[in-house]
């Protein structure tokens, strides 16, 4: 018995020995050059209670502001920048952790586009992380659902890992996955994040927006909203997929938890708009083909078939939108976060193929 | 009328330019030579609910976890650092944000020390920002009291500004100001944060703890914890001064809007390992010498007045503490926020030479 646990910690030892070999040999790929790195609120609106703030009454609401409902951004600009940077929005219950180091310690995106010579805009939205002050109230409770989340981001049907998932199967990876999480701190309103995101591009002129999941839907309205956004990139949206009245296809029948996939409509002059730019939407692997009973891969198969209308009626109406399923061009195993998967740099090799025949890497 | 507007508008505009031009002439000092940065979770505790996780019951908390209360923490590491990291610290109402890039767009600490060859640790400390999940419930509201806080923090007597205060009297500065302000998700507890900071240190196992205000608190405690704490630096702590058991002073007394100060005991034991590194406290300006019914003014003196009591505390047992009040030294304006006013790299040039003195820079 005692030999045993001493035999497993000296293997867990080792394997952690070689987990952190692994990491310094990639992190030693090369310095980074930042020409300029920064911080900033964006967007957000005000409310001014009624009445005259008096100093000697200072605990008083009256005539007192509160500032809320902006994002923040952490930006980094690389010496000798694409012209167009990346902006990157977070998925539900992400903060833009999402895109820095991965939960086994390699680089995210984050790292990876800086070295790739893009300025890089890394985004919490209004209500999230850094950005927590919100216009409505909220309550946050501690819910246990974090076997629930190992499978609707399809690792695995918990407890068991899909087996060829590009996610690492150590405990410590798991529970930095696990932490990487963070509460709304006011309910999820895709016009406020809308709006904020807007701002950012008013701010920086131009630039690529990146998205995930639930922001796939406050990243089509940012494109409508603001001409700024030069091309959109959505690794697995789900909901808010925007159609022109008259051509919303019927719901889409899931057995995953959150029940049939409804498309929304908006006016056609807005979605024309889409039509104007570069789209690419990438769905990973472990999605079903067919309607299944097995739940996350149920849910995912009606997002990417749901996507897949979405870019037809793009394209019908004259745009460039495409649909990449991974396991289609041979990148196989990929979770609900393609970008911070095991095989995220051929992942991001996809994307700099995609910018590159689009012209957006000049 | 109009004519007058278009004054406005143009003396705006200019103002505007004038702005950008200094901190584009600020940024463009040098660029930063990033041997490795990225980000993670660290500390926390895990809560498991009774049963069984069954996978097609996944909405249901039997058997699922939650993990929570750990920090969040972004670092960079230039090429060529020396030796000991500085780790930061926030303070009330604060996140990381605070020591990144100033209300009105100039270098923070982060930058500056980067660019001195420090690496740098940046927490969002347990319960706030991008470590927002809590072992325990909040609610949070939108009360507006940004009136108070810009009292509270020394900018001024709203709506007036301190004469001679190191703040941009600008509005679009004074916005910033107030969103880079974020909500606890759990309420504020110095022992959770403690833990989660000392897990930091064990994993990079030594540096310099730099805290703001609340932080203090938890600076002290951690310093105790782990002796990989190699120094302390504490701007405008305010509560949670620790004492050995029969040395507690009588509190404070002070007109400011949390009344008295008191400190509070500790072993003897634990007090000693505090007498083992060096320790500086600064504090800004706009600090009454005397008691004085101008509540923020009264509210620092005590603060001030204890740190002071505390400094001796720590000397008398041979330690190695002292507290710099920055007009004392030839530095004035500061408000509660000495590491982001105007002139901050007179602030930083203060700690630079402390560390210096203290063989810490090496």
Do not use: C
Not at 120 to 132: K, N, S
């Amino acid at each position: 018995m005692r030999l045993n646990r001493i035999i497993r910690n000296i293997t867990a030892s080792a394997a952690l020995f070689i987990l952190s070999m692994t990491v310094h040999a990639q992190k030693k790929q090369k310095p980074l050059l930042i020409d300029e790195q920064g911080s900033f609120a964006v967007g957000g609106t005000i409310k001014t209670e009624a009445g005259h703030f008096n100093v000697n009454d200072a605990l008083s609401p009256q005539g007192q502001t509160f500032h809320g409902d902006h994002a923040y951004v952490f930006y980094q600009k690389p010496v000798k920048a694409h012209k167009y940077p990346l902006v990157f929005l977070h998925g539900a219950g992400q903060s833009k952790k999402t895109w820095e180091t991965t939960a086994d310690g390699r680089e995210g995106f984050q790292n990876i586009f800086l070295l790739r010579k893009f300025s890089v805009y890394l985004i919490d939205q209004p209500r999230r992380g850094e950005a927590g002050k919100s216009m409505v109230e909220a309550t946050i409770k501690p819910t246990a659902d974090e076997q629930f989340w190992f499978t609707q981001f399809r690792i695995g049907n918990y407890p068991n890992y899909f087996p060829n998932v590009q996610f690492p199967k150590d405990s410590i990876a798991l529970e930095q996955f696990y932490r990487q999480m963070t509460p709304n701190t006011g309910a999820f309103d895709a016009t406020v994040i809308t709006a904020a995101v807007s701002s950012l591009f008013d701010k920086i002129n131009a630039g690529i927006l990146v998205t995930h999941s639930q922001g796939g839907g406050p990243g089509w309205l940012t494109a409508i909203k603001n001409d700024r956004v030069k091309a959109v990139v959505a690794y697995e949206p789900y909901s808010g997929f925007v159609f022109p009245e008259g051509e919303l296809p019927a719901p889409i029948k899931s057995a995953g938890l959150f029940g049939e996939l409804k498309g929304v409509t908006i006016p056609l002059s807005d979605f024309k708009k889409l039509t104007q730019i570069p789209i690419v939407i990438y769905y990973g692997d472990n999605i079903a083909k067919e309607p299944t009973n097995v739940w996350n891969k149920d849910h995912w198969r009606s997002g990417l078939e749901m996507a897949r209308l979405w870019a037809a009626a793009i394209n019908k109406h004259g745009g460039n939108a495409t649909v990449i399923h991974l396991p289609e061009v041979g990148i196989m195993g990929n979770t609900h976060f393609p970008f911070s998967d095991l095989n995220n740099l051929q992942v991001a090799d996809e994307l700099s193929k995609w910018l590159k025949q689009k012209g957006l890497d000049k």
